[in-house]
Nanobody
Framework: QVLLVESGGGLVQAGGSLRLSCAAS????????MGWFRQAPGKAREFVAA????????TYADSVKGRFTISRENAKKTAYLEMDSLKPEDTAVYYC??????????????WGQGTQVTVSS
């Protein structure tokens, strides 16, 4: 059973923008914090951004602060990651996750299959 599905990845030039979406089929989506993580080839999965269930609190990795924006629409059971001013080092598979509000992957119980983001220089 697939509970989280990401979309919106693709190939973009440096300086460009992409908007990732994460559609959830979780029955109680609004009770979960949502997070975005990414994994580049040969590197460990790293935290990107998180948003609380109430949308009141967000946190970002230093590497994306000021360029990425996380948001959610509980009525649509969807989370988003708006990525602006993209850099080649943002190239990775991006994953959305549902769970407890944290920057650590272990705090999240549900994961999507990932969507590839490639930024060319």
């Amino acid at each position: 059973q697939v509970l989280l599905v990401e979309s919106g990845g693709g190939l973009v030039q440096a300086g460009g923008s992409l908007r990732l979406s994460c559609a959830a089929s979780l029955r109680t989506f609004s009770s979960y914090a949502m997070g975005w993580f990414r994994q580049a080839p040969g590197k460990a999965r790293e935290f990107v951004a998180a948003i609380s269930w109430s949308e009141e609190t967000t946190t970002y990795a230093d590497s994306v602060k000021g360029r990425f924006t996380i948001s959610r629409e509980n009525a649509k059971k969807t989370a988003y990651l708006e990525m602006d001013s993209l850099k080649p080092e943002d190239t990775a598979v991006y994953y959305c996750a549902a769970g407890s509000y944290h920057t650590v992957a272990a705090a999240y119980s549900y994961w999507g299959q990932g969507t590839q983001v490639t930024v060319s220089s």
